[in-house]
């Protein structure tokens, strides 16, 4: 009886001293203490395991980017657990991470095909595809909308768009979340389905008028789209001004490109690219001496942008200033001569100061890059020479 007890003890000791270890992993792992973490939970590793312990190592390697090594554990996981449907979503998401996506499917399949058999209430962990929040706690249901919209970007992967979109469907239908829509809306888009997939970057800025991701998605399939005011001023839309600066540019909208040209440059003003591309925009209002100081800027800045030399002669052009502007005509064309427009530009400056010969000659490039308007002109002004 004696040595029973004794036995009972050891054992409750070792049972006690294990959750201890268990419990410390945990808690260093959410601190982001790994190297703490792994030290503590290969004590446990190194006795009787449970599956908790494998899932808590497999979590441990993730965060080190050991993924291999992440995958083993899981598969003890499912060994110890055949049911544990955490085990087969992480390892699924391993493998899609991995270009592995048919095994990733499989995996996903099964957790969708065995999710009826788990409690509902009970809490597990769950990965956000965008990567933004990481790994956290959720609950069965949200867990499964992100199976299904895992799967569905893996189908997508595939090119079984038809697949794709009924599980971003169902996605939606258990959870409907900014990334489902803006996931959903990258397939529309890829389908041609353009006008869905607006809408449903619409409906991600309905539930999140912050979300980077949907504005950039939106600003790249609608140019007429336009930043509110309280964006424009949010450090975290810098990366977009220069974005929506030009689709403000192709809208026609020139007033609004500069603006949004003259933030990226408060934000960064060693942004080559926004200096030339608010000088066009500038060019396009008529502020030709503000324009031409953007261009000097920027070729300051990084002198490879030898565009720059042609929109410095266009500036002087609108200025009437025919003569300065053939010189950076001539600067550019020693450079490139395979602008048809800066031929004809050069031309349209010399026929202005009546050096028609330079003119007919230049109109002569242009049209054999293939200007029509340059065709036009030299039938007209050229026809005798």
């Not at 203490?33 to 030290?39: C, F, K, T």
């Not at 990733?104 to 957790?111: K, L, N, P, S």
């Not at 609004?256 to 066009?280: F, V």
């Amino acid at each position: 009886m004696r040595t029973s007890i004794l036995l009972l003890l050891i054992i409750a000791t070792f049972q006690s001293q294990s959750q201890d270890y268990y419990d410390q992993a945990r808690a260093h792992y959410h601190e982001d203490n790994l190297d703490s973490a792994r030290y503590l939970i290969n004590k446990n590793l190194t006795r009787k395991p449970s599956a908790e312990d494998y899932f808590l190592s497999a979590m441990i390697h993730e965060a080190e980017n050991k993924d291999l090594r992440a995958l083993a554990d899981y598969e003890a996981v499912i060994q110890k657990d055949p049911n544990n449907l955490e085990a087969y979503f992480q390892k699924g998401l391993i493998y899609y991470n991995s270009a592995s996506t048919e095994q990733a499917i499989q995996d996903f399949t099964y957790v969708i095909d065995n999710q009826s058999d788990s409690e509902t209430r009970a809490i597990y962990y769950g990965n956000d595809p965008t990567g933004d929040q990481g790994t956290f706690l959720t609950t069965l249901q949200s867990m499964m909308a992100q199976v299904y919209q895992y799967r569905g970007m893996a189908y997508q992967k595939l090119g079984d768009w038809e697949k794709a979109l009924a599980d971003f469907n169902k996605a939606f239908e258990l959870e409907s979340s900014v990334d489902v829509l803006i996931n959903r809306s990258q397939l529309y888009s890829k389908m041609g389905r353009e006008q869905d997939a607006i809408s449903d970057l619409q409906s991600a800025i309905s539930l999140d008028s912050t979300s980077y991701k949907a504005w950039y998605n939106l600003a790249i399939l609608d140019e007429s789209v336009q930043l509110p005011a309280s964006l424009i001023n949010d450090d975290s839309f810098i990366p977009m001004l220069n974005l929506m600066g030009a689709n403000a540019y192709e809208s026609g909208d020139y007033s609004s490109s500069a603006m949004y040209h003259t933030k990226a440059i408060e934000a960064d003003p060693e942004d080559d690219l926004a200096y030339i591309s608010r000088g066009k925009a500038l060019l396009r209002t008529g502020a030709f001496g503000q324009a031409r100081h953007d261009f000097i800027v920027a070729m300051q800045l990084e002198p490879s942008r030898t565009e720059a030399f042609y929109l410095i002669g266009n500036s002087l052009f609108y200025e009437k200033k025919f003569q300065d502007a053939v010189g950076f005509y001539e600067q550019y064309l020693s450079i490139d001569r395979s602008y048809g427009n800066v031929w004809f530009n050069a031309a349209m400056a010399y026929m202005s100061l009546d050096d028609k010969r330079k003119g007919c000659d230049y109109l002569e490039k242009a049209r054999e890059l293939g200007m029509s308007q340059a065709m036009e002109m030299s039938d007209k002004h050229c026809g005798s020479q």
